[in-house]
């Protein structure tokens, strides 16, 4: 039997497979280039302090509408010289290998785009970078070598800075689908301003529309910091991994200085648990120790992780941004406590609900899914947050579809269980799902108050409008009845509206002036 192996590169997997990182086809890969050019602009700038400023601009070709430049530009901390091809053209290299929660995770996006380029219109991708405090910028003209799996440079140049801009500009050709795409891309921004109310974002289509989303809070939310990683969060392969490469003498040592939450008295504890001797070096752990190892960290109860690498949104961001974006009547934000999937990844929930005013009444709700700030658009009912919307009861809430009703929901994590490598939809996981749904029950019990205070007050706006439609009428025939000089219809209508006003107070008082008001206007006009 002919039994013959080959190995294929990343880039050559990249190449053949790509619909798993969301290059499917032409509008799809329009889509995603913007994506992930965008959420690198993003990452460059907010998670190092810096307030975003991005530009993204489409441009068709005049002759086949059906290839678009896409350049993206960001003022972000750049990338140093000698690593721009790498950076973008060298699969799986990144900086994001960190536990600390970031939009990128695997080290694919912008090589997935040289790729796609490579492979549909054989353009190179062109690269300008100028580092935080240089003096130059930098560019690359690159592609890569599917064989070889390293970047292909076509050219480099440098040239000193004639303004103080830092950040990196990116530009592709590739093939698209400008029309099929738009209003997924459209989306996408809005989406994308609501998490982010802190950056200044253009976008120009290719007829030359500008859509500009300006910064409308100056106040970023605090950058995530790397930590070490959680005891029980490893898998077996990745303690192996890590005891490998330690430069630590002895495995008492090794779990103190590797991991977050453990001391003297843990490392002793776990060791005692797994039978192994604290004064072994690390290196000299047998695969069956390493096993029981693995074990007792699992088992052992650690406290829970650090949130410090987490950066929720926080529910001010949130409604700043409902409230811009959508113009709601109501809206409400909840950020949950951080908790663990999986082990020990930490993660957060925060769940954002809009209501009434100039969103659109519809069947049900209207989600709007992130997961590390990134908005996701594609693939909804995969995702862990549709679930929980699905099982949703509002009626319980008091709110009755059809209803203008959006709901947003943010989680965010050291490691984010996606789907597939594409980044569109979350996996269930049980505290994922549960927190989700506390966040909504606890947004939902606020927009339920809501609602309750808003139909008492139309009650009650009713109920004093039919007084108040027949005081006038009242007044004039007391005043006929009467019949006394100086009891005029005006002033028997002023005497009942004190006697009623003495009776009022609060909402009710407030509700009854406004509508006096109205009542002398009608009859000052009449
Ligand atoms: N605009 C940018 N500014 C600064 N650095 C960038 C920029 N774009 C890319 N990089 C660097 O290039 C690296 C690789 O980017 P790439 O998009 O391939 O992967 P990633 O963002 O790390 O992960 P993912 O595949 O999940 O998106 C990034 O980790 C970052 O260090």
Redo the contacts with the bound molecule.
């Keep these: 039997m002919d039994h013959e192996l080959k190995q294929i590169t990343v880039a050559e997997f990249l190449y053949k497979e790509k619909q798993l990182w969301g290059f499917e086809n032409p509008a799809r890969a329009l889509y995603q280039t913007i994506r992930?050019y965008v959420?690198?602009?993003l990452?460059?700038t907010d998670l190092y302090g810096i307030l975003p400023n991005v530009t993204v601009i489409i441009e068709q070709d005049e002759k086949d509408k059906s290839i678009c430049t896409v350049t993206v530009e960001?003022n972000?901390?750049?990338?140093p010289p000698q690593k721009i091809a790498e950076?973008?053209g060298k699969p799986l290299?990144?900086?994001?290998f960190k536990i600390r929660q970031s939009r990128?995770?695997?080290?694919?996006?912008?090589?997935a785009v040289t790729v796609y380029a490579l492979s549909t219109t054989g353009s190179p991708i062109e690269a300008y970078s100028s580092p935080l405090d240089s003096e130059r910028v930098y560019y690359v003209k690159f592609s890569i070598d599917l064989s070889t799996n390293e970047p292909a440079i076509y050219a480099l140049g440098s040239w000193r800075k004639s303004t103080k801009w830092h950040g990196?500009r990116?530009r592709a050709r590739i093939r698209c689908n400008w029309s099929y795409a738009r209003s997924r891309i459209l989306k996408y921004f809005e989406m994308l301003a609501i998490v982010t109310p802190y950056a200044d974002i253009v976008f120009i289509e290719p007829d030359g529309t500008i859509h500009h989303y300006p910064r409308i809070v100056e106040k970023m939310p605090r950058p995530p910091k790397e930590v070490k990683p959680h005891p029980a969060s490893l898998e077996k392969g990745e303690l192996q991994m890590l005891l490998k490469r330690t430069t630590a003498r002895t495995i008492k040592e090794f779990l103190i200085s590797t991991f977050q939450r453990v001391g003297e008295k843990s490392a002793l504890n776990v060791l005692k648990l797994a039978g192994i001797d604290p004064s072994k070096p690390p290196q000299s752990l047998t695969d069956e120790e390493i096993e029981r190892l693995h074990k007792a960290l699992r088992s052992y109860k650690f406290p829970a992780p650090s949130s410090e690498a987490l950066a929720p949104i926080g529910a001010e961001l949130i409604e700043a941004g409902l409230k811009a974006i959508l113009k709601p009547e109501f809206v409400v934000a909840v950020t949950r406590k951080p908790r663990m999937h999986s082990g020990g990844h930490p993660f957060i929930v925060e769940v954002g609900i809009a209501y009434g005013g100039a969103i659109e009444p519809r069947e049900q709700p209207l989600l709007l899914r992130y997961a590390n700030r990134i908005p996701l658009i594609y693939d909804e009912k995969a995702d862990v947050a549709w679930k929980v919307l699905e099982e949703f009861n509002w009626k319980h809430y008091g709110v009755n579809f059809p209803a203008p009703l959006v709901v947003l929901t943010h989680i965010c994590s050291t490691k984010i269980p996606w789907k597939v490598g594409s980044k569109e939809a979350v996996a269930e996981r049980e505290e994922i799902k549960e927190e989700l749904h506390l966040a909504l029950q606890e947004a939902a019990r606020k927009l339920r108050h809501y609602l309750i205070e808003k139909r008492r007050e139309e009650e009650l706006r009713e109920k004093i409008s039919t007084f108040l439609r027949y005081i006038p009428e009242v007044a004039q025939s007391i005043a006929t009845i009467l019949g006394e000089d100086g009891v005029t219809p005006d002033k028997v209508q002023r005497l009942l509206l004190d006697t009623l006003r003495r009776r009022m107070k609060g909402k009710e008082l407030q509700v009854f002036e406004q509508q006096v008001k109205n009542l002398s206007k009608v009859k000052i006009e009449a």
């Design positions: 992930e959420e690198n602009a990452d460059a960001d972000g901390i750049g990338i950076a973008l290299v990144t900086s994001k990128g995770q695997f080290g694919l996006g912008a090589k990196t990116i």
